[in-house]
T-cell receptor, first 113, second 111 residues
């Protein structure tokens, strides 16, 4: 069974530029998560989706970050404009349901210059 | 007190050694706990779930101490392949789907 797929794996941009990350969860998984992981830290939840609905986006900096999951499958996370402090790994995870094990994708490593 | 705290390490141990890490938590109402393993530049992968006093899987044992509010991960007969960062996680506010992660403990098993 295929795992969580993310692209791109690496992205280097200049500050103030926009950037987007894509995630394809495990087939049949209704719950999708976006996490941010800084170097030497654990993942921090940015947003959680139940199907198409964003049910927890309290940690998402809404002035520059946005996310969508239009058909309840794939999801995109966007940053516009990017800042130096946004350099991190952006992890996507999915689970069958709200109380099930979360499986992580390989992440997108973002470097903002 | 942070919600989840871990010693970042590194823990340098020889092959075959037994090593243990602790993870302390602040929410006394927490009912479930998770240990994830994360290899360098890879994604976290679930190693073990703990819902009661503890759990054991081969060389790995997780134990829960509710009185002192910590969980431990014990690795027996360490292998080179055990070298990784071990992340502790627990649900925030009882919601199993919102995990709070510790900073992780780096383990380096030496030949």
């Amino acid at each position: 069974e295929a795992g969580v797929v993310q692209s791109p794996r690496y992205k280097i941009i200049e500050k103030k530029q926009p950037v987007a990350f894509w995630c394809n969860p495990i087939s049949g998984h209704n719950t999708l998560y976006w996490y941010l992981q800084n170097l030497g830290q654990g993942p921090e939840l940015l947003i959680r989706y139940e199907n198409e609905e964003a049910v927890d986006d309290s940690q998402l900096p809404k002035d520059r970050f946005s996310a969508e999951r239009l058909k309840g499958v794939d999801s995109t996370l966007k940053i516009q404009p990017a800042e130096l402090g946004d350099s991190a790994v952006y992890l996507c995870a999915s689970s069958l349901g709200v109380f099930d094990t979360q499986y992580f994708g390989p992440g997108t490593r973002l470097t903002v210059l | 007190r942070k919600e989840v705290e871990q010693d970042p390490g590194p823990f340098n141990v020889p092959e075959g050694a037994t090593v243990a890490f602790n993870c302390t938590y602040s929410n006394s109402a927490s009912q479930s706990f998770f240990w994830y393993r994360q290899d360098c530049r890879k994604e976290p992968k679930l190693l073990m779930s703990v819902y009661s006093s503890g759990n054991e899987d081969g060389r790995f044992t997780a134990q829960l101490n509710r009185a002192s509010q910590y969980i431990s991960l014990l690795i027996r007969d360490s292998k080179l392949s055990d070298s990784a960062t071990y992340l502790c996680a627990l649900p925030k506010g009882g919601a199993t789907n919102k995990l709070i992660f510790g900073t992780g403990t780096l383990l380096a098993v030496q030949p």
